[in-house]
């Protein structure tokens, strides 16, 4: 409907200058709660808000100049069950790792034990490097009880748990002592991102790793990298978690552009280069980096007839598995993928153990406070393993590993070390 005077018309200016940037997504939300009923925290913590809380309400509420974010924001264990929870894609992980990261930055203290503990969690790389330089006396150190009650009391890091051991020789030393690749190929080429674990603490997965894709023709490259920045995520240190990134990006993008693709033995390695870089920076290349990521059993399933190698297997030298599908495997829509790839082996069957989280979420069950919610947390997946027959665990997230063995006293090993043994003709490690 037109009016005489409709050069006239001035819009309302609903926002004030310069404040129309709303959060994406924020208003997608309709409070449903649905994120709410699949998060582990609230079901057994009554005092935590939940992720919608955490997200689209508490970031409405922080528009106000007198509201600052709520310190329950530190009890989201990152898990990331929310974002697949939600039927409106509502980036509630997204909105937890920058309200963590506005917390830590206004409201926490930075002369306080909790933010030094926080941060030494988070930069376990930094850790580790120095720590596997003398790899007995710092198992041995690490592993005293003494030393354990110690950081539990003055530091905050339970004294429930073993402190993972390290290896006496890491994997990157393993890699520059075979002299890096035995697989040349112009293209059929993968660059690993193996994370801080698999280097300094299970070198075996990465062994596995390399030798099932150099058994398809592949030619690996393993770049110098750093920590994903998962546990910087969930600890609201973001800065630290910006700078690796940028590294990583840069260092793997040159990759990309010389053919190949990154492929990590972590779920959450892969998540995080997939999902949290590009949600969270705006590097360039960031985009691209995360396009060309992928789960290594994911890959292989995509590019390889994978399938019909196992099945051609006569006999493999593995136990059953009672399985456990890691939530940031779950986000990537990788749950099924594993117990369907060993079904094609005949002689090895992976018995999934449930839908629920573990527990653990990476630092989430390292510190005092959370323990007992942690181990609440994976009593379902506990009871599971317990009723299942297999007495072997599987996983490919380490922390979940840690948690597995922690609440079963099973060995727990990595789908590519099964893969490895099938394929390869090699025993599965001890």
Known sequence: MSTDN????EPIQVFPEGD??????????YKCSTCDSSCPVA?????????????????????KEDQEIDDSIMKCSNCMRCDGACPSDVPLSQMHNTARAQYVEESM?????EYWRNRLLANYGTMARFGSMFPRLTNAVMGNSL????????????????FPEFATQTFREWWAERGGAAVESEDRRVAYFHGDYANYNTPEVGKAMVRVFEHFGYEVAVPEQRCSGTPMFANGMLDDARRAARFNVETFAELVDEGYDIVCSCTSCSMALRQEYPELFDFDNTDRVSAHTYDAVEYLRIHENLDGELEAVDDVDAPDFAYHAPCHARNQGLDGQTTTVLSKLGDVDAHDVGESCSGISGTYGWKSENYDASMAIGEEMFEHMDEAEPETGLTECPTCAMQMEHGSDY???????VLEAALTDRSLPA
């Open 6 to 9: 409709e050069d006239d018309f």
């Open 20 to 29: 129309a940037d709303l959060r994406p997504g924020a208003d997608s939300c």
């Open 43 to 63: 079901e057994v913590d009554d005092e935590f808000p939940g992720p919608k809380f955490q997200g689209p309400e508490q970031w409405r509420l922080t528009r």
């Open 109 to 113: 203290s930075k002369l306080s034990v």
């Open 147 to 162: 030393v354990q009650k110690l950081n539990d009391r003055f530091i905050g890091i339970t004294s429930e748990r073993d």
């Open 411 to 417: 060995p727990v090993k990595h789908t590519l070390q």
